[in-house]
């Protein structure tokens, strides 16, 4: 059995029914690549009497994919995925390749940036449009991560921004980085976003978690602690929306 178990984004994330199949594990393949971890993973090992590995992006593709499904056939192995396993595109062959092949495969649902970005912050649920990652404008400029933000404000939708995390190069994107590279864009194109409001999202739900509202070009004037970032453009807020904004996220006068 190939199970896909989120482990949320600390230790005290870990449902009952994660800690059941982490009990039951042959293996656990702790996926390292997709976003960083309060706790040491390495940790997760006090649940199960089975063995604990790592996996980089290569250990779960291409000839690590079908090394792992075959794998599964007869024993169980728990890939443990931070946030949800599947809030993210990374895992989806490998669910339906082990599918396609006859493996049996079981998710176990953890809590997620996005279900905690939504919950904590004081903005509604069902008024988020599309969610987007903000990648390096290294090899193409991200324009249609900021066309989506501006179809989300054009509907009254607030944008969650994901940053660019790139752990097997040391590289994980900061709200300051995020905040000059949609200014950048912006200017060439709509001109909308420097008076949009904006949420630094850093650490959520971490112990030195920091949230902090204010226009979006002053976001760079805050101090946040490190990665993991992400970035909420607010659209135009409700009235209790906006007292959520000041009250949960220190949105100044
Ligand atoms: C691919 S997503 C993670 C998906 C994960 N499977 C989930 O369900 O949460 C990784 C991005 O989420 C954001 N992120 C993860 N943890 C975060 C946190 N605690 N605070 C703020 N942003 C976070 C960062 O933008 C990071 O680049």
Known sequence: MLVFLGIGYSLKHLTLEAIE?????????????????????AELAKYTKGEVVYASRKDLEGEGMSKLIE??????IVLAVPGDPFIATTHDSLRVEAIKKGVEVKVVNSISVLTLIQSRL???????????????????????TIETIYENLNRRLHTIVLLDLRLEHGRAMTIHEAVEILLKL????????D?????GVARLS???????????????????????????IVSTPLPVEMEGLKLICKLPE
């Open 21 to 41: 199949y982490l009990g039951k594990a042959d293996k656990i393949v702790i996926d390292r690549y997709t976003s960083l971890y309060e706790d040491d993973p």
């Open 71 to 76: 794998e599964a056939r007869f024993k169980t």
């Open 122 to 144: 004081g903005l509604q649920a069902y008024r988020f449009g599309k969610t987007v990652t903000l990648v390096y404008p290294d090899y193409f400029k991200p324009y249609s």
């Open 186 to 193: 912006d200017d060439e194109l709509e001109n909308k976003l």
């Open 195 to 199: 008076n949009s409001l904006a949420i």
């Open 206 to 232: 971490w112990r030195d978690e920091r949230v902090q509202a204010d226009l979006l070009p002053r976001l760079v004037k805050y101090d946040f602690p490190p990665p993991p970032h992400s970035l909420v």
